[in-house]
């Protein structure tokens, strides 16, 4: 092999571990990225951020891209019952979000109660450029044990 193959070669694989490494739409990744940064006393309004990164824990943590409400100044995250990173949070873990450029190190806190005004802010907010995705969404009602309704609280100590 010459050493211009080689070069490509050792070049594609990178490029292959990257994809693999880090979320690409409804993909997972390895790789957060963002500054390391202290929770702020208080959020910055997310009404116009559509997505952020959560790492969930596990053997390989997993980066996933998901929505996020902002309710009375907290940060929440919903997600089908059955993904695989509502299943490794289960009744709460550490977590590292991505907002923009900055990673802040939280915890995930089950959410079980006054779901239906956090699921009626994260509809409202996503069915004005999301309408198809929004339009399936089961009822609050019908919506019991189908999500994974999460806070994003300050990790302690």
Do not use: C, H
């Not at 490029?15 to 940064?37: D, M, N």
């Amino acid at each position: 092999m010459s050493l211009r193959n080689g070069f490509f070669a050792a070049l594609a694989g990178i490029v292959l571990i990257l994809i693999f490494a880090t979320p690409i739409g409804p993909l997972p990744g390895f790789f957060i990225g963002g500054k390391s940064t202290p929770q702020p006393t208080a959020w910055p309004d997310t009404s116009t951020v559509d997505e952020i990164l959560l790492k969930v824990p596990g053997t390989l943590p997993r980066v996933v891209i998901i929505w996020v409400v902002q309710v009375e100044g907290q940060l929440y995250v919903i997600g089908s019952g059955d993904s695989g990173w509502v299943q490794r949070i289960g009744e709460g873990a550490p977590v590292e979000m991505r907002l923009q450029d900055r990673r802040y190190s939280l915890n995930a806190t089950p959410v079980t109660s006054g779901l239906e005004g956090i699921i009626t802010a994260y509809t409202n907010k996503y069915r004005p450029n999301y309408p198809d995705i929004v339009a399936g969404f089961p009822s609050p009602e019908e919506s019991e044990g189908a999500f994974g309704v999460f806070r994003l609280d300050p990790r302690s100590g």
